[in-house]
C-alpha cells in the first residue's frame, strides 16, 4: 500500500513539474532580448534631434523597458573626418542594460562641426559592426541623418580609413543588425543611399517630418522588432498622442 502511494506521489510531482517546465520554456520563448543602437549625426543642426533624445531619454527608456525588459542601449554618434583634431570622427556607447551609462554618456557628446556635405556615416557603420551585440538577440539600428557616407556624392578615398559603406552595411546584414533609416531633409541621394541601407538590412526607410516624434518612433521600432506594434499604437490612440505625422510613420513600419 504505501509502494503505491508513493508511485501516486512520484506521478502527480512529475506531472508538475512537466507543467513547470512547460511554463518556463513558454516564458523564455515569450520574452524578446532586444540590442538597439541610436545612431546620430551631430553636424550642424543634426545635433537638435541627439538633444531631443537627451531631454526624453527617461521617458524614451521607461516606454521601451516596460514592454521589453531584457533590452540593451547603445549610441554611435558621428560627424566628418574633418573633426579629427577638434571633437571626433565617431563616438561610442558600448550596448549596456544601465540607462544611467547611456544617460551620462549622451549628457557629454558634443556637436560636430561636418564641413562638406557626406559625413563619416561609413565609419560609424564600421564601429557599429564592433559592438558587443548578444548572440541571440533582435538587432537593430536607429539612424538619425541628413547626409549621405562619403562614397555616395564623391569617392571612397575621401574615407581616409578607407572604409567602403556598402561592406560594413552588409556585414551588419550577415549576424542580423537591421537598419532603420530615418531621414530629416529631401535630398534625393541621401534618400537613395538610406532606403538602400534599409533595404539591404531588412529595415525600413522612414522620412521624420517633426522632431517632436523622433522619441515615439524610436519607441515603436523597438516594439515592431519584438511584435509589440500594434499594442503601442493603440496606446497612442487611447492616450491621444497620436498625430497625423506619427500615424504615417508607424504606418511606414508596417
Not at 547611456?102 to 557603420?125: M, R, S, W, Y
Not at 541621394?189 to 522619441?215: R, Y
Not at 521600432?221 to 500615424?247: H, P, Q, R, Y
Request: overall charge negative.
Amino acid at each position: 500500500m504505501a509502494d503505491l502511494v508513493r508511485t501516486e506521489q512520484e506521478k502527480v510531482i512529475e506531472k508538475y513539474m512537466n507543467q513547470s517546465s512547460d511554463i518556463l520554456s513558454t516564458f523564455i520563448k515569450d520574452t524578446e532580448m532586444l540590442d538597439v543602437i541610436f545612431m546620430f549625426d551631430t553636424t550642424g543642426s543634426m545635433y537638435s534631434y541627439l538633444e531631443s533624445v537627451r531631454q526624453n531619454l527617461v521617458r524614451l527608456t521607461s516606454k521601451i523597458n516596460s514592454e521589453i525588459p531584457d533590452v540593451y542601449f547603445g549610441v554611435v554618434a558621428y560627424g566628418d573626418h574633418c573633426d579629427a583634431d577638434t571633437t571626433y570622427v565617431t563616438k561610442i556607447c558600448q550596448l549596456t542594460f544601465d540607462v544611467n551609462i547611456i544617460k551620462n554618456f549622451i549628457a557629454i557628446v558634443e556637436p560636430t562641426d561636418g564641413g562638406d556635405e557626406p559625413e563619416a556615416l561609413e565609419d560609424a557603420l564600421y564601429e557599429s559592426n564592433r559592438l558587443n551585440w548578444r548572440e541571440q538577440s533582435n538587432k537593430c539600428i536607429v539612424l538619425v541623418g541628413d547626409a549621405p557616407p562619403h562614397g555616395v556624392m564623391d569617392s571612397f578615398n575621401e574615407c581616409p580609413r578607407g572604409i567602403d559603406y556598402r561592406e560594413e552595411t552588409r556585414n551588419l546584414s550577415d549576424v542580423g543588425v537591421k537598419i532603420y533609416s530615418v531621414l530629416c531633409n529631401n535630398v534625393h541621394q541621401t534618400e537613395v543611399t538610406f532606403k538602400w541601407l534599409a533595404d539591404q538590412t531588412n529595415g525600413k526607410f522612414l522620412k521624420l517630418e517633426n522632431i517632436d516624434d523622433l522619441v515615439d518612433l524610436i519607441v515603436a521600432v523597438c516594439m515592431k522588432e519584438t511584435g509589440s506594434l500594434a499594442s503601442f499604437e493603440n496606446k497612442l490612440i487611447e492616450s491621444g498622442e497620436m498625430t497625423k505625422s506619427k500615424k504615417r510613420l508607424l504606418l511606414g513600419l508596417k
